[in-house]
């Protein structure tokens, strides 16, 4: 498994920009697909963005446009930039490595990775 370390997280007005990061280190990197997640309070992880090995992405309908998913195979490091943020975006944010080299960016579930971060806190005030 891929160790993560998220960072990044803060407060932000609606409206605001964050970009967050997601160190990794301890097995192959390169070839996994890498996503992003999220859980606001009470409320269970959902899906937010995911990169492949070829860096082809998908995201969630209710940040496209807003976020972007971006890696650096060189420095272990993926990145999720966060545009127009809304207080619905209040959440801790994890990094999560794909469980299959090569794997599809269709497989966006939680089962579908199996290495996470521990998460790092945005909260977006309006």
């Known amino acids: 498994q891929v160790q993560l370390v998220e960072s990044g997280g803060g407060l932000v007005q609606a409206g605001g920009s964050l970009r967050l990061s997601c160190a990794a280190s301890?097995?192959?990197?390169?070839?996994?697909?890498m996503g992003w997640f999220r859980r606001a309070p009470g409320k269970e992880r959902e899906f937010v963005a995911i990169i492949g090995w070829d860096t082809f992405t998908r995201y969630a309908d209710s940040v496209k446009g807003r976020f972007t998913i971006s890696r650096d195979n060189i420095k272990n490091t993926v990145y999720l930039q966060m545009n127009s943020l809304k207080p619905e975006d209040t959440a801790v944010y994890y990094c999560a490595a794909g469980r299959q080299p090569y794997g599809s960016t269709r497989a966006t579930a939680d089962t579908d990775f199996d290495s996470w971060g521990q998460g790092t806190q945005v909260t977006v005030s309006s």
């Open positions: 301890g097995r192959t990197f390169s070839n996994l697909p």
